[in-house]
């Protein structure tokens, strides 16, 4: 294929800092300069004029569910809801237009946001409730965490003997295996085609965002294998990584799980607990605003170590959801123990993942790096609950809460750091996640801008298993997978005071990013390309 060279913009790149151009041969980087040794070393390149534009290499997004995400975009939508009677009304209003037999998926309400003079409409909806505005029709609503919902007595009776099940309760959200059986139940409800469309439709989302390869994180609680074999069989530009969360006896059956499941690793979203917002995190503490309850443990310390040592025996990736202390506490000893048996190096060798991570020590980090660990965080969580008086602060207390995401901590502990957006828990959106992880609610924790934009790039595929010091660049020799974003102010910063001030003096030949401060306009995408293929396009160029 012939060259093409971008000029006129302003290039991200480590080695030639103030780059405006750079040439892509065959998918590959193979220049990076200035305009006029451009087309001189380039004469019969395709030019593309980038008109100021800003070029950098291309996001990646370690934790989606594409499914969900895209019945997010297609159907209901509850982020927004201010209270329970506007979450009911939306329901109302949304069932006359589903077909015969079709499921309503609502998803993102989150309660702890909810105001008003009105207490009784700051608490969750009833299956009463929703059932009185549902007209006998199936329907999910599932907090903004995904790990409890509301579900319809349509939907309920779908599943044989629920009662029966942890986390059930036949008024309140339903958590643990209640939930996952009703979100089952609710998933053999959707047609193929349907299925089709909602990941097509996340994966457009992700393009136009400037993402070239997600990590979709899929398991048996979770979507199913239906929705995971799908996911292997869809043709789309952006990459795929597929994780499937289900603990493993030894290596034979890693591998065996592995082929049969056509995953790329074995972790992801492997439950060990649930999340702060449902009150199903497992701390070591019982939460502020319920005494009785520390969680829920889904994976014990003696399963954990299965699955690790499994996994590692074989060379698969492995991994866990974990958020809440009491599990951090489980699996980091776990990584201990077995990097004694093991060795640090067979461990780091599978660059195994925690996801989410969020309530991790100073100790702990020093394993988790010494162990090769990687984790794979979302400062939008930070953004959304992390304030005072927010979320955190009212299921943990506010000597808890101030210590969640330390992303500064973990990385000057060495640990390596993918940021990501846990879709549709948060928006796929990674300059606002970067800016989340820049301005976090304690600024101690908070991490620089270039920091945070190599969680986004280079930092998602080192969690995919790439590591070879130029994917997630525009460096030559890296592929090409880009950006090209309109972009107001350009700066070099550092996160907050306590970041050296060396880096943003000019003469340090620091590369600028885009300003992402609380009052900045954040950049738009114009195009997104990945081996040689334009997977969006603003029509601007």
């Avoid at 603990?247 to 972790?267: C, F, K, P, Q």
Wanted: proline letters at 5%; one cysteine or more; aromatic letters at 6%.
């Amino acid at each position: 294929m012939p060259t093409e060279l971008l000029l006129g913009g302003a290039v991200y790149s480590a080695t030639v800092p103030h780059g405006t151009a750079i040439a892509v041969t065959d998918g590959m980087v193979v220049w990076v300069g200035s305009d006029d040794v451009g087309r001189a070393l380039h004469p019969d390149a395709h030019v593309t004029d980038l008109g100021g534009r800003f070029v950098a290499p291309a996001f990646v997004d370690s934790h989606v569910h594409l499914t969900s995400t895209g019945l997010a975009l297609l159907g209901l939508t509850l982020n927004d809801a201010t209270g329970r009677r506007d979450c009911l009304a939306r329901v109302g209003a949304a069932v006359p237009g589903l077909d015969d037999g079709e499921v309503l998926w609502g998803l993102g309400w989150d309660d702890s946001t909810w105001s008003g003079p009105d207490a009784d409409d700051r608490r969750f909806p009833t299956t009463s409730e929703l059932d009185a505005v549902a007209d006998n029709r199936p329907v999910y609503l599932a907090r903004i965490d995904e790990h409890s919902a509301v579900a319809s007595t349509a939907l309920r009776r779908l599943v044989p003997d629920l009662e029966q099940a942890a986390g059930y309760h036949p008024e309140e959200p339903l958590t643990a295996e209640a939930h996952h059986l009703v979100r089952g139940a609710a998933r053999q409800l959707l047609t193929p085609a349907h299925r089709a469309r909602a990941q097509r439709r996340a994966l457009d989302l992700a393009a136009s965002r400037g993402v070239v390869a997600v990590h979709e994180n899929g398991g048996p609680d979770i979507s199913g294998l239906d929705d995971f074999l799908a996911l292997a069989d869809l043709a789309h530009p952006v990459e795929v990584r597929r994780y499937w969360g289900q603990a493993v006896s030894d290596a034979d059956h890693a591998a065996e799980l592995a082929a049969i499941t056509r995953a790329d690793a074995l972790g992801g979203d492997l439950f060990i607990d649930g999340a702060i917002g449902s009150h199903t995190a497992w701390l070591t503490e019982p939460y502020a605003d319920d005494p009785q309850s520390i969680g829920i443990c889904y994976l014990d310390r003696e399963a954990i170590r299965t699955h690790v040592r499994a996994c590692t025996q074989a060379g698969i990736q492995a991994g866990f959801h974990v958020i809440g202390d009491a599990g951090t506490e489980a699996v980091v000893s776990v990584f201990d123990e077995l990097a004694t048996e093991l060795g640090t190096p067979a461990l780091a060798r599978c660059a195994h993942r925690l996801e989410h991570a969020e309530m991790v020590s100073a100790a702990q980090a020093d394993v988790l790096a010494r162990c090769g660990v990687i984790a794979s965080m979302q400062p939008l969580f930070d953004a959304a609950w992390g304030g005072p008086g927010e979320l955190y602060s009212q299921r943990l207390g506010d000597h808890r809460a101030p210590g969640l995401n330390d992303f500064a901590m973990l990385a000057k502990a060495g640990v390596a750091l993918s940021f990501s957006s846990d879709a549709p828990v948060t928006d796929i959106d990674p300059w606002a996640t970067i800016r989340a992880a820049v301005h976090h609610h304690r600024p101690r924790n908070a991490i620089s801008a270039r920091g945070a934009f190599a969680a986004c790039t280079r930092g998602g595929w080192r969690a995919g298993g790439i590591n070879d010091g130029l994917t997630g660049t525009l460096e030559p020799g890296a592929r090409a997978a880009y950006a090209i974003w309109n972009v107001e102010d350009m700066v070099v910063a550092g996160s907050h005071a306590g970041v050296a001030r060396w880096s943003t003096d000019p003469r340090s030949r620091v590369p600028a990013l885009p300003d992402v401060a609380p009052d900045a306009s954040l950049p738009t995408c114009v195009r997104t390309v990945h081996r040689d293929r334009i997977v969006f396009d603003r029509g601007e160029l």
